[in-house]
């Protein structure tokens, strides 16, 4: 809805929130930036990031100034079992 460019308030009441507050702060829960952000497709958003070893596999750990955006688990082509050798 935000990138049809719809407006803060019409998302948050299409969405059954009781107003633009609580879609930003959901945004900033789940998302780690503002809805405004979001909308503007991260512009001058900076973006952090940092890989970090689990028990898993090598992580991929993206956060804003308002906290974790992305995580992902990476495979290396080392690690790749579908690539010829």
Same mark, same amino acid.
């Given at each position: 809805?935000?990138?049809?460019q719809q407006t803060?308030? /019409?998302v948050s009441f299409d969405l059954g929130l009781s107003g633009t507050s609580r879609l930003h702060d959901l945004f900033i829960s789940i998302e780690g930036m503002t809805p405004g952000d979001y909308k503007n497709g991260g512009e001058n958003l900076r973006i952090n990031h940092s890989f970090a070893e689990t028990f898993l596999e090598?992580?991929?750990i993206a956060?804003? /100034?308002k906290g974790i955006c992305h =995580?992902?688990?990476? =495979?290396t082509t080392a690690e790749r079992v579908d690539e010829p050798s």
């Amino acid at each position: 809805m935000l990138q049809q460019q719809q407006t803060l308030a /019409d998302v948050s009441f299409d969405l059954g929130l009781s107003g633009t507050s609580r879609l930003h702060d959901l945004f900033i829960s789940i998302e780690g930036m503002t809805p405004g952000d979001y909308k503007n497709g991260g512009e001058n958003l900076r973006i952090n990031h940092s890989f970090a070893e689990t028990f898993l596999e090598t992580s991929l750990i993206a956060s804003t /100034d308002k906290g974790i955006c992305h =995580i992902s688990f990476c =495979i290396t082509t080392a690690e790749r079992v579908d690539e010829p050798s």
